[in-house]
């Protein structure tokens, strides 16, 4: 079965001309009854067992970039607007999820993999849907991570995650694990790069020629 969604998901990205370096990985999500932000989550066939089935996923969006539209996935994906979109997107992005029925269900995401300025995200001007793996949370190996510890070289004006129905100020620095799997409304003045840099692994440019 498991096979079988990954063909699946694999058929889907290339049909939108998309292709994903990325890790699969299993874990739950508590959806609510309407709209939900999901980290990862690209078609119905992902769900695989829990009180949400993929017959109760109505409709996922994606918010593209630069542009700011939202773009149907599913169903029936819009192709036209969905060419262009690189791979990054689909692997750190949350997508907008509509599911009739409120429950906990098993779902499978692409996380990626860290490079070297690990979870290293391009991200644009405006307002961008930012997906929260488990790079972006705290953990054994980042305790008491904050957003300005991952917020790399962008200067982040707002800040919003999605709760019952509605935009919430995220207005606590901490990026608790209960956000995990989750995503955040950020606007940004800047196109810039979303992460927590790597200090150890960052090397100083060449000393400057004299003139």
């Known amino acids: 079965m498991k096979k079988l969604l990954f063909g699946l998901a694999f058929i889907f990205l290339v049909m939108s001309g998309?292709?994903?370096?990325?890790?699969?990985?299993?874990?739950?999500?508590?959806?609510e009854k309407g709209w939900n932000l999901v980290y990862g989550f690209t078609s119905p066939e992902r769900l695989s067992g829990g009180e949400v089935i993929s017959e109760n996923i109505k409709a996922v969006y994606i918010l593209k970039q630069p542009t700011q539209e939202f773009v149907r996935i599913y169903p029936n994906p819009e192709t036209k607007k969905l060419e262009g979109i690189q791979d990054s997107y689909y692997e750190k992005t949350a997508q907008f999820v509509y599911s009739d029925v409120a429950g906990r269900s098993e779902y499978l995401f692409e996380e990626p993999l860290?490079?070297?300025y690990w979870n290293e995200h391009q991200i644009y001007k405006g307002w961008n849907l930012v997906?929260?793996?488990?790079?972006?949370?705290?953990?054994?190996?980042?305790?008491?991570?904050?957003?300005?510890?991952i917020k790399g070289t962008c200067n982040i004006e707002k800040v919003y995650?999605?709760?019952d129905g509605k935009w919430v100020v995220f207005d606590y620095p901490e990026m608790d694990s209960t956000l995990l799997l989750k995503g955040l409304l950020i606007k940004v003045s800047n196109d810039c790069?979303?992460?927590?840099?790597d200090e150890e692994s960052t090397v100083n440019p060449p000393p400057q020629i004299p003139n």
């Open 161 to 163: 995650y999605f709760f």
């Open 131 to 149: 997906g929260l793996s488990n790079y972006m949370v705290e953990s054994s190996s980042n305790p008491d991570l904050t957003l300005e510890d």
């Open 18 to 31: 998309v292709f994903v370096y990325a890790s699969n990985v299993e874990s739950y999500y508590q959806f």
């Open 114 to 116: 860290p490079p070297t």
């Open 193 to 197: 790069v979303l992460g927590m840099i």
